[in-house]
Structures are given as C-alpha cells and as structure tokens.
C-alpha cells in the first residue's frame, strides 16, 4: 500500500532495519525486514514538532525569568512535575515549588544532586542556569564527559 | 570505562532473532533458547495479545491512551502459566541487588528477561525515546561494564552500559517496571499447543466482542470513532491533530508489526491452520488481514490530515467512518472466530 509518491521523512529509526508482517501472494503473513512505514514517520515527526516547540517555550521562560533552568530541563527531558517528583523521590509540590527560579536558586547541594543525576549534567550547570541537551541528545554530542 | 577486573561471565549461546513486537519477542526467543521452538505470532497467539481500548482517562504525554493490545505483561503471564512451564519472576525495590541478581543469573549462563524503560536505553534510536517502561529485553552477557543485550525489535545484538541499564530497569512513571525480571526454569520437550491455542483465541474473543465496558473491544472501535469525529470542533484544529496522530503512532509506531497488530495475530491464525490441520483459520486470518488492510487505510489518512497535505474527502468524519469499517470488520472476524471455538471439542 506505499505509494511512491509520498515525500519521505528522515528514518526515525536511524537506518535501523524493522520487521513487520506482510502479506505475500500466497496470502499468507510472512516476516519482513524494511525499513518504517511513512505514515509512522509523519506522526512520530509530528510528535516531535509538538515536543521542540515545548522546549522553545521553555528556554524562552527560563530566559525571561519566569521559571528556573529546571523548568527547561523537565521539559527537554519530556517529563512533568508528576514524573519528576517520581523520579528524586519528592512530593510533587516540592518540584513545582523548585520551578521558581528564587527558590531554585536556594537550594542546597544535596537537592540538587538528585536533579544532577537524573538529569545527567553537573551541579554547576544547574546552579548557573546553563541549559545543556536532554539525555538522548548528549551521547550524539559527545557532551558525555562529565562523569 | 572502568578496567577493573569483574566477575567473568561466560558468553551465553543465545540466539537472537528479530521480531516485530518486544514482549512475544522475549518470549519466543526465550522459549527458543530453551529448546522449545515457538515463533512470534504463536506466543502473541497464545498469550491473547489481541485487544482494542480507547482509556481517555489514562493520559500519555496529555494525549488519551489508545491501546491494540493487552496491558503490558499479559502475555508473559499467560505464556508463565502454560502447565509444563515454569517462569521465575522477581521486581525490586534495591537497585543494587536487582543488579547482582541479574549477574548471577547470568553467572549460571541464564538469559535474563528484563522490563525495562525505553527513555533511557542509549542504543535506541534518538526519536523513539519516550517514556515508555514496558519494554522487554533479553540479557544474555556481560562484557566489562556493558551489558550484550537481545532487543526483540533490533536486527542484532547490542550493548548497553551497566549505568544505563539501571535507569531503565528503574524507569518511574506509568507501568514502572521496578526492575522487573523473569527467566523461564522449566521448560518441556513437547507441547500439545491445540488447547493453548484453543484458549488463547477464546480470552481474544471474550475481550474484543463481550467486554460489558463500552471503551474496550469492539465497542471501544466504535466509541473512539464517534469521539474523533468531535476532536475538531472540542479541541481546536491543532489539538485534534495532535490526538490524531497518537492514534497512529500506537497504531503503527515499532513493535505492533503494523496494522495495530491485527497482522501479527493473522500469522498466529495461519500457523494455527497448520498446527490443528483446519483450513478454516486460514479463511478468518484473510477476514482480519482486511481488517488491518483497514486500519492501515485510516492511518495513511490521518498521516495526510497530520501534515496538512488533506486530499480532497480527506475529514475526520471520513476517519471516523473508517475506523467503524474497521470496527464492523472486526466484530464480523470476531463472530466467526466465536463461533469456531464452539465447535471445538
């Protein structure tokens, strides 16, 4: 059922080959490696469209000073307060109350360090509010080196 | 990387083999490996993969759970309660004793099934990382600090680091895997698969045409038709989208084999043909191919509509009316399904 004529999106899989189930001519299913179907890259780069814009809405706030540099992080990283708090092991009102940047800027090394590990960046780049790439990006970036 | 002199770990003999779906993957490889020859399709099959649910109450990214298959470790279960087959199955709540079992399992040279969060697994691709946390894979070494990984859904083997591997096993949110690990102890030589089979069609049966819950099943197909139809005008054109092109993605994104898994269930009735000498599955398995034909219709439409390349008859009341096809589709395959089973001893 592809139609040629569809614009092709870049793989989302990378170039990784899938299996899926197609139909031969006998009518019967057969497994076949390929490559993903182009409705799905449409939709997953739909997805990402919605994510991106997200995190532009995010770094814009946290440069305004409207929310802290942890705001941009939970974003990037596609998490809620919910998720977050789940993740540092903290009541959900704690994180949201970290979002203000004039109580993020108060918090003390321990605090941070659960944010630190989670989100795989030094406590330096939290404190001074830089904004470094989610964690799916920075093995790409070869931005790994601060353990 | 760490040069410090770990525990070796003998490489185990596993043979990794490609498959569409993450959990009946683990399974068959599983099953496999421990001499029992079991294929995908047979173990999505047997442990009554097939569903349909439409849970606006459950919320994914803010975006209404969608779902073609049954909840995430039903299949196992039902594989785990075969009689004959043994699984040892085990969650913590330690992270690093959830290791060192996993090491020692892989000690005694046991391929280990693990429930594992995708968001964190460095060797996935960059754009399917989501936070989803029930994906299985097999753990089959150790070299050094990483971990030789059989991902059901990858062509081949791959690594991942140790550090990595515990955020995934530790993943919180929705269906948190709590480090969740299974490996099969006993297995029989031979398998009398017609009631399994018999059953695992019964359960499917049961959910899709006599759930009394109006989201779940056939009724469920026809409730997210009549919703979608009303995301333009409740949600706003860009929300609707948005909702659109979820439906797809749980539809056809890596691990359904495609169309929703009404493919990969085909294949289970073909081999099912052949494993009971009834040539009359293999009629139903062409009715259900329709089917998913369907559902592969309805998502190259929305995809247009997702990037406002609409053709002309291209609406949301015109998805809707596809997805009832499939919805019709299905409640015929299902009858007749149905009415198979009655005549089996």
């Given at each position: 059922m592809d139609q040629p004529n569809q614009i092709s999106e870049s793989s989302i899989t990378d170039g990784v080959k899938i299996i899926s189930y197609v139909e031969n001519n006998k009518g019967n299913?057969?497994?076949?490696?390929?490559?993903?179907?182009?409705?799905?890259?449409?939709?997953?780069?739909?997805?990402?469209?919605?994510?991106?814009?997200?995190?532009?809405?995010?770094?814009?706030?946290?440069?305004?000073?409207?929310?802290?540099?942890?705001h941009y992080y939970m974003t990037a990283n596609q998490m809620d307060t919910g998720l977050l708090a789940s993740y540092t092991r903290q009541p959900r009102w704690l994180v949201c109350l970290h979002l203000i940047p004039f109580c993020f800027s108060?918090?003390?090394?321990?605090?941070?360090?659960?944010?630190v590990e989670i989100f795989n960046v030094s406590e330096d780049d939290l404190s001074h509010g830089k904004l470094k790439p989610p964690v799916y990006d920075q093995r790409a970036h070869g931005e790994n080196s601060v353990d | 990387m760490t040069k410090e002199p770990m525990g070796r770990i003998p490489l185990t003999d596993f043979s990794h083999l490609q498959s569409a779906h993450c959990e009946s993957g683990v399974a068959s490889n599983l099953l496999t490996h421990k001499g029992l020859a079991f294929s995908e399709a047979m173990a999505f099959g047997i442990g009554g993969g097939l569903f349909f649910g439409y849970?606006?109450?459950?919320?994914?990214?803010?975006?209404?759970?969608?779902?073609?298959?049954?909840?995430?470790?039903?299949?196992?279960?039902?594989?785990?309660?075969?009689?004959?087959?043994?699984?040892?199955?085990?969650?913590?709540?330690?992270?690093?004793?959830?290791?060192?079992?996993?090491?020692?399992?892989?000690?005694?040279?046991?391929?280990?099934?693990?429930?594992?969060?995708?968001?964190?697994?460095?060797?996935?691709?960059?754009?399917?990382?989501?936070?989803?946390?029930?994906?299985?894979?097999?753990?089959y070494g150790k070299d050094g600090g990483d971990?030789?990984?059989?991902?059901?859904?990858?062509?081949?083997?791959?690594?991942?680091?140790?550090?990595?591997?515990?955020?995934?096993?530790?993943?919180?949110?929705?269906?948190?895997?709590?480090?969740?690990?299974?490996?099969?102890?006993?297995?029989?030589?031979?398998?009398?698969?017609?009631?399994?089979?018999?059953?695992?069609?019964?359960?499917v049966c049961k959910s899709m045409l006599s759930s009394p819950f109006p989201l779940i099943g056939?009724?469920?197909?026809?409730?997210?038709?009549?919703?979608?139809?009303?995301?333009?005008?409740r949600l706003g054109r860009e929300r609707a989208d948005l909702h659109?092109?979820?439906?797809?993605?749980?539809?056809?994104?890596?691990?359904?084999?495609?169309?929703?898994?009404r493919f990969m269930y085909a294949a289970f009735l073909q081999e099912s043909a052949e494993e009971l000498q009834d040539s009359s599955l293999l009629d139903y398995a062409a009715v259900l191919t329709s089917a998913g034909d369907s559902w592969r219709r309805f998502a190259v439409m929305a995809a247009r509509i997702c990037k406002n390349r609409a053709q002309p008859g291209d609406s949301y009341a015109a998805l809707a009316e596809r997805i009832r096809e499939c919805g019709s589709l299905e409640e015929?395959?299902?009858?007749?399904?149905?009415?198979?089973?009655?005549?089996?001893?």
């Open positions: 299913q057969e497994l076949v490696q390929s490559s993903v179907w182009f409705p799905v890259d449409v939709v997953n780069h739909q997805a990402w469209q919605e994510i991106n814009k997200q995190i532009e809405a995010s770094k814009e706030k946290v440069s305004t000073g409207r929310a802290s540099c942890l108060r918090l003390g090394s321990g605090t941070l360090r659960k944010y | 849970l606006p109450f459950i919320r994914i990214n803010g975006l209404p759970l969608v779902t073609y298959r049954t909840a995430a470790g039903h299949i196992l279960k039902r594989i785990g309660k075969i009689p004959g087959i043994t699984m040892f199955q085990k969650r913590f709540r330690d992270r690093e004793q959830a290791m060192a079992e996993l090491d020692a399992a892989l000690e005694q040279a046991i391929p280990v099934g693990l429930q594992t969060g995708v968001y964190w697994l460095p060797y996935f691709p960059k754009a399917l990382r989501f936070h989803f946390n029930a994906h299985n894979l097999v753990v971990y030789l990984i059989s991902d059901p859904v990858f062509p081949g083997p791959v690594r991942c680091p140790a550090d990595d591997l515990v955020r995934a096993r530790f993943a919180s949110g929705a269906l948190a895997p709590k480090g969740k690990m299974y490996y099969l102890t006993q297995v029989p030589k031979q398998l009398d698969r017609k009631p399994l089979i018999i059953e695992g069609i019964g359960s056939i009724k469920g197909i026809r409730f997210m038709a009549g919703r979608l139809e009303k995301w333009p005008e659109l092109g979820h439906v797809v993605r749980m539809q056809e994104e890596i691990g359904t084999g495609g169309g929703g898994f015929d395959f299902f009858q007749q399904l149905e009415q198979w089973l009655k005549q089996q001893p």
